[in-house]
């Protein structure tokens, strides 16, 4: 049987293995939870100085005290940062490296990058590392540090009492790597809570890219749990069944894809050719007998993200995207469709003002009516939907989202507050809202998408929700189907419709 080394994540300690680490036991594995330095219990404060270097040496110690040749090290969230150090020192100890709802940081990252509220998130990464510890939350405050799912008031109650300080210099100082372990076989457990799945890296592997490269790199394997952030307390049996398969190497591999990935399939609606219109990182296409003398409102098309500035070909080259702009030149409006620089969580503020100078070109154009814009967004480019709600100018006439992320998912990296759709409905007045909904959608991300009908709703926005119970994020180019075809005529009807009150 395997030797698993277990290390937990922020504000915990070993304690919180102690339900998985007794089933794995009765199975005959060999288990060592990790005592960090400082998260003994409540009441134990770390010594001055504690920074991730001493959670490092105290996961090498155990490693080091172990007689077996090998060893499985398993992260919880923060608890990878230790883990990957260690195993940086110690590669020839470390049999795999097993991210338990963590993400996979590299040479020069912080622990506080990771932490999914954004406010919380940019106090700490401009925090001295000399200032106190970092208190745990309450107990209705863990969501701010990770998705509370199936957690009951029992197990939150008891992961607040044990809760301890987290020393600020874990979370900001830079983790070191020197590249020993990066060959090392991998397994990463996601906790679908979060908003993470398997679905969603497959599509991050259709992108192509560094990250798509580690991502099927044949070493590599994937579990899925439908818990949240704290699996060892909502389903420690679970917990312990997966970390066993993945000891012996088992799991969800994801292949390089060989097939057409689903956003470079053709549009669902059979749209006529038309000629585009380049002008720096927007696409036009215009509608017959569009000129100065017979201005046409607009419609400009807002892909998803984020994308790798590498993946090839952009967006506004896809075929849903462009198959949108040229379905709405068809009908007699400019259909226009924007690149822009989305390649990571940090860049939404880029990436809104890429939008901002795309509707500035718009109105620009004596062929568009300045004053008849509307804005279609998709996936997660929905982020940038708040900026259009907070303070929508007269020219826009109506918004529109396509299977939407509302809200920074748990497991995202470094999100702009500002780009909280779910907060900014509240100033949208009566701008008309189209969203399409699919039935089949991640459930992170439909959790956003409640959230924002919920607020919508208090507020007495216009919202109008277009339907589709069986479709799949990305059904416009994966699903050719009837109900996939009405559901992007009824939306474009809708918008039209709109633009031309």
Not at 84 to 109: K, T, Y
Not at 410 to 431: C, I, K, M, N, Q
């Amino acid at each position: 049987m395997a030797v698993f080394v277990l290390v937990s994540g922020w504000f915990t300690g070993s304690w919180i293995w102690e339900d998985v680490a007794e089933r794995m036991r009765a199975s005959g594995a060999e288990v060592h939870p990790v005592a960090l330095t400082g998260t003994g219990g409540r009441g134990e404060t770390a010594p001055p100085g504690t920074d991730l270097e001493t959670h490092i040496g105290d996961v090498l110690r155990v490693v080091d005290g172990l007689a077996a040749p090998e060893v499985v090290l398993v992260g919880h969230g923060y608890g990878i940062h230790p883990v990957l150090g260690a195993a940086d020192r110690r590669p020839e100890r470390v049999a795999r490296v097993v991210h338990l709802d963590a993400g996979m940081p590299g040479d020069g990252d912080t622990a506080a990058q990771s932490v999914p509220d954004p406010d919380v998130r940019t106090r700490l990464l401009g925090a001295d590392p000399g200032v106190a510890d970092v208190p745990p939350p309450a107990v209705d405050g863990w969501q701010r540090w990770g998705s509370t799912a199936g957690l009951g008031d029992e197990a939150l109650a008891r992961l607040t009492d044990r809760a301890v300080p987290q020393p600020v210099g874990t979370l900001t100082r830079p983790l070191k790597l020197s590249g020993a372990a990066a060959a090392l076989p991998s397994t990463g457990v996601l906790c679908t809570g979060g908003g993470m799945t398997i679905a969603i890296l497959r599509t991050v592997v259709a992108g192509a890219g560094p990250l798509a490269r580690k991502l099927t790199d044949p070493a590599v394997r994937f579990f899925e749990l439908a818990t949240g952030h704290w699996p060892m307390l909502s389903c420690p049996g679970e917990l312990a069944d997966v970390l066993r398969q993945a000891a012996a190497g088992e799991g969800h591999r994801i292949a390089p894809s060989r097939d057409v990935p689903p956003h470079l399939r053709p549009f669902v609606l059979e749209v006529p050719e038309r000629p585009r219109e380049r002008v720096g990182r927007v696409d036009l296409y215009l509608p017959d007998g569009a000129g100065s003398r017979d201005p046409r409102p607009a419609v400009l098309f807002v892909h998803g993200g984020p994308l790798p500035p590498d993946v090839r070909p952009t967006p506004r080259d896809w075929p849903g995207l462009a198959g949108h702009a040229r379905y709405a030149a068809e009908l007699g409006a400019v259909g226009a469709v924007v690149d822009h620089r989305l390649h990571g969580f940090a860049d939404y503020p880029r990436a809104a003002g890429d939008l901002a100078a795309a509707v500035d070109l718009l109105r620009a154009d004596p062929r568009v009516d300045p004053d008849r814009i509307a804005l279609w967004f998709f996936s997660g480019g929905g982020l940038l939907l708040a900026d259009a709600l907070a303070a929508p100018g007269p020219w826009l006439r109506c918004v529109a989202a396509s299977y939407p992320v509302l809200a920074p998912l748990p497991s995202w990296g470094p999100v702009d507050p500002r780009f909280r759709p779910v907060e900014a409905v509240g100033a949208a007045g009566r701008l008309p809202i189209v969203l399409t909904r699919v039935g089949r959608e991640n459930p992170g991300i439909a959790a956003t998408v409640a959230e924002f009908l919920g607020a919508a709703g208090k507020c007495g926005a216009a919202v109008d929700v277009v339907d589709l119970p069986d479709g799949q994020h990305g059904f416009d180019t994966a699903e050719s189907t009837g109900p996939s075809r009405r559901a992007v005529a009824r939306a474009m009807r809708s918008v039209l419709t709109h633009l031309r009150a």
